[in-house]
Every structure is written in structure tokens, then in C-alpha cells.
């Protein structure tokens, strides 16, 4: 079974801070990754997703990811954040061939003014 | 265009009630799910649908049940309500896999 690890529970940014938010997933075949964003009160958004191809992938709002495979690791950048960017961010797998999403615990990200 | 539409936002139980969360999409997404979001542990799939007239269990199915009624439809019910059921209820629904499209959310409270 799949499984994904966002090692940062919590975060506190100033504003123009730059922002990485790890994300590591176990799983040994090919796989569909995602980052999704939880703006408060709100439903999950789509921020980006990696299916095939450069692994550098660019979404929305200026934030990108880097998928490097060797390390089973999918994080999530922005080189200067906003105080809107303040939310809760999910790292999310699912096995290409599979139909289950799988999500991380979550990063709660505060960015102060 | 509605996307993925879920009812009640809000509901509060007493133990022991029953109730039916309902989703509906209007996308013609073969795949449909239902995960429960708790604080620190992200979002757990309880069960899904791959296509129409499939269910299958998640990671926590336990005191729950559902019903693929068509394929715009996938509905979850909760047969004896507990306090541990708590939660605020997110349904999906995806095309094989290449994007999960997430409804408002039903925020549950059992007391």
C-alpha cells in the first residue's frame, strides 16, 4: 500500500520568505502526484500535479515542485510567499494503474504580514 | 458548471442517529469517494467507486456504508452514529485518475 509523509507539520513564514514544503511517499511503481491547497473554511484545490515527463512541474499562484525519484520525494516550492498563501497544503499519491488517492497529514502554513 | 456538489455543509447527531451524505457531480467522472479530513491526519479514504455499480472499502470503511445509486451519484451513510465519526466529510470525483475534483465538504458533528 501506498503511503505519504509531510514532515512539516507547521510552518511560520514573514512575508517574501521562500517557501519548501517536503513531501515523501512509499510506494515502489508508478505513480500520479499531486499538491493541493486548503484555503481556511474552504475545499481542497488543486495546486499542481505530476504525471510523466520534466520533473520540475510549475502550478498555480507561482508555486512549482520538483519530483525526484531516486528519493521518493515530491516538495513544493514558492520562492516568495504572500500572506494569502496562508492555508493548509496536501501532498497527495496514487499509483497510476490504482484508483486510490492517498494523502499526507497535512502543513499548515502561516505567513505573517 | 456545479462540479462536485455536497449536502447538508452542516449536521449535527446524537449518537446512535443515522444519515445519508450526499454527492453528485455533473463532469461524467467514472470514479467517485468519499474520505473524512481530521486534524494532523490529512484525509482518509473511507470508500470509493470505480465505475458505475462498484464500491470498495478504504483505509477506514468501518461504520459506514455507500451506494453508487448512477454514476452522477454516490452517497454515504452512516447507520449508527458515533462521537468518533466526527469529521468534516469531503467527497470526490476523478477521471481515470488524471485530476480528483473535491466538493465544499459536510462538516459533521456527533455529540
Known amino acids: 500500500a501506498q503511503s505519504v509523509s509531510q514532515h512539516n507539520h507547521h510552518v511560520i513564514l514573514s512575508e517574501a520568505a521562500s517557501l519548501e514544503l517536503g513531501c515523501n511517499y512509499s510506494?515502489?511503481?508508478?505513480?500520479?502526484l499531486f499538491w493541493y491547497v486548503q484555503y481556511p473554511g474552504q475545499h481542497l484545490q488543486l495546486l499542481l500535479k505530476?504525471?510523466?515527463?520534466?520533473?520540475l512541474v510549475k502550478g498555480i499562484k507561482g508555486f512549482e515542485a520538483e519530483f525526484i525519484k531516486s528519493k521518493f520525494s515530491f516538495n513544493l516550492r514558492k520562492p516568495s510567499v504572500q500572506w494569502s498563501d496562508t492555508a493548509e497544503y496536501f501532498c497527495?499519491?496514487?499509483?497510476?494503474?490504482?484508483?486510490?488517492?492517498?494523502f499526507g497529514g497535512g502543513t499548515r502554513l502561516m505567513v505573517k504580514p | 458548471n456545479a462540479g462536485v456538489t455536497q449536502t447538508p455543509k452542516f449536521q449535527v447527531l446524537k449518537t446512535g442517529q443515522s444519515m445519508t451524505l450526499q454527492c453528485a457531480q455533473d463532469?461524467?467522472?467514472?470514479?467517485m469517494y468519499w474520505y473524512r479530513q481530521d486534524p494532523g491526519m490529512g484525509l482518509r479514504l473511507i470508500y470509493y467507486?470505480?465505475?458505475?455499480?462498484?464500491?470498495d472499502k478504504g483505509e477506514v470503511p468501518n461504520g459506514y456504508n455507500v451506494s453508487r445509486l448512477n454514476k452522477r451519484e454516490f452517497s454515504l451513510r452512516l447507520e449508527s452514529a458515533a462521537p468518533s465519526q466526527t469529521s468534516v466529510y469531503f467527497c470526490?470525483?476523478?477521471?481515470?485518475?488524471?485530476?480528483?475534483?473535491f466538493g465544499s465538504g459536510t462538516r459533521l458533528t456527533v455529540v
Open positions: 497527495a499519491v496514487n499509483a497510476a494503474a490504482g484508483n486510490m488517492l492517498t
Open positions: 470526490a470525483s476523478s477521471l481515470n485518475n488524471y485530476g480528483y475534483t
Open positions: 505530476y504525471f510523466s515527463g520534466d520533473p
Open positions: 467507486s470505480a465505475s458505475e455499480g462498484t464500491t
Open positions: 510506494y515502489g511503481g508508478t505513480v500520479n
Open positions: 463532469m461524467n467522472h467514472n470514479s
